[in-house]
């Protein structure tokens, strides 16, 4: 059995990310973030328990993130490690009752192959082998944070985002083989990775331990890397944020998380954008706000303002009677995405003057002697009553 199966029956990952095993994709990605933030190394510079902590966690999440990794896991913590000798001899044969399952070579392989998904080779008896080994390894998922402005952010920007993590090492471009060198086939596996252990029955395949499963063997390791193909260094990763980007949104980028080991791929990198204020102007999902003051004179007898947007001003005619607090929305104005625009919505407020003039005192208390109508009217009998 490939060794990262045997660690299947020791390790309970669902422990280790702290969900049931009843829990969906999204509770398993949400408690893999959490805890991958909090445990990183770059978190916790020095920590070596915060960092097996962390390497554990993303073990965990390599498993139970894979749909078909994840089933497999169920199926072979279900039977448990009986599964690969719990199987008691039949001394009868095949259909006999000497307490065994009555399973014949072929009936046995076929279940360990459909177990793992892994086809098995007719080529006879004993020939059915897992392939695999302990080779490439996938980079770990990182987590980086960005602040942008309002406008940044509406308009879409392409920047960089500064990180320190596993990457490639600049010398010898992730081979860990010495520059002028490359690494050769591993005598001992000649290539393939695995050794097989034969059983009788059928045979296994085990990471080769000369070359860990990598397949080949560096002989001149790279001076800066000492082999591994990584390194831990600052870096800088170019991110294109599309326009319309809201506050809080989690933009993947594919491959452009941890470098991985012996040849694998790259993690991701997970980037969180943060938004900054504006001065005038608000949001809500694709429409932009702003609040426009108007006097009471535009508010009673109508009046056309000038309104600003995010490129050129429109003008918005206010009718007549118009209360403060009146929205208006204008099509089209407000955040621009692939998809369309959405809208601007404009709150008017009536602006009370604070110091009045002579003329402006004598106008208001002319207009006040003219009123016929009190705007309380309806609460008099309410409070009669």
Not at 233 to 245: D, E, F, H, S, T
Not at 307 to 333: A, C, M
Not at 361 to 377: G, H, K, M, V
Request: glycine share 16%; net charge positive; hydrophobic share 30%.
């Amino acid at each position: 059995m490939p060794q990262a199966q045997r660690e299947w029956f020791e390790k309970d990952y669902y422990k280790v990310l702290g969900v049931p095993d009843t829990a969906s994709d999204k509770e398993i990605q949400r408690a893999y973030r959490k805890l991958a933030k909090k445990l990183h190394p770059d978190a916790n510079p020095g920590d070596k328990s915060a960092e097996e902590r962390f390497k554990e966690v993303s073990a965990a999440n390599d498993v139970l993130g894979d749909s078909t990794k994840r089933k497999e896991y169920d199926e072979v913590r279900k039977l448990g490690p009986s599964a690969f000798g719990g199987f008691g001899g039949n001394a009868g044969g095949a259909g006999g009752n000497g307490g065994g399952f009555g399973f014949s070579s072929d009936d046995l392989g076929d279940l360990i192959g459909n177990l793992f998904g892994r086809g098995r080779n007719r080529g006879g008896a004993g020939s059915g082998r897992f392939g695999g080994g302990a080779g490439p390894q996938r980079g770990a998922d990182l987590e980086a944070e960005l602040h942008l402005s309002f406008l940044d952010a509406v308009n879409g920007i392409t920047t960089t985002v500064n990180l320190t993590s596993e990457a490639a090492c600049a010398t010898c471009l992730g081979t860990g083989a010495k520059p002028g060198t490359s690494p050769s086939p591993c005598p001992m596996c000649h290539g393939r990775g695995v050794l097989d252990d034969n059983q009788g029955l059928f045979s296994f395949s085990q990471p080769c331990p000369n070359c860990g499963g990598r397949g080949a063997v560096i002989d001149d390791p790279c001076p800066r890397c000492h082999g591994t193909g990584t390194e831990h260094r600052p870096r800088q990763v170019k991110v294109r944020i599309p326009a319309g980007v809201a506050d809080g949104q989690r933009i993947r980028l594919k491959g452009r998380g941890a470098a991985g080991r012996n040849g694998g791929p790259g993690g991701d990198l997970y980037v969180t954008v943060h938004v900054g204020a504006h001065p005038l102007f608000g949001r809500k999902a694709n429409d932009l706000t702003i609040t426009v003051p108007i006097t009471f004179a535009e508010a009673a007898l109508g009046a056309e303002v000038t309104v600003p947007t995010l490129h050129e001003p429109v003008t918005l005619r206010i009718p007549p009677g118009t209360r403060s607090g009146r929205t208006f929305r204008v099509k089209g104005r407000g955040v621009m995405k692939v998809k369309g625009a959405g809208d601007l919505l404009v709150t008017v407020e009536v602006a009370v003057p604070t110091n009045l003039s002579s003329a402006e005192r004598d106008a208001i208390e002319a207009l006040q002697a003219a009123a016929t109508e009190s705007p309380r009217a309806h609460l008099e009998g309410v409070i009669d009553g």
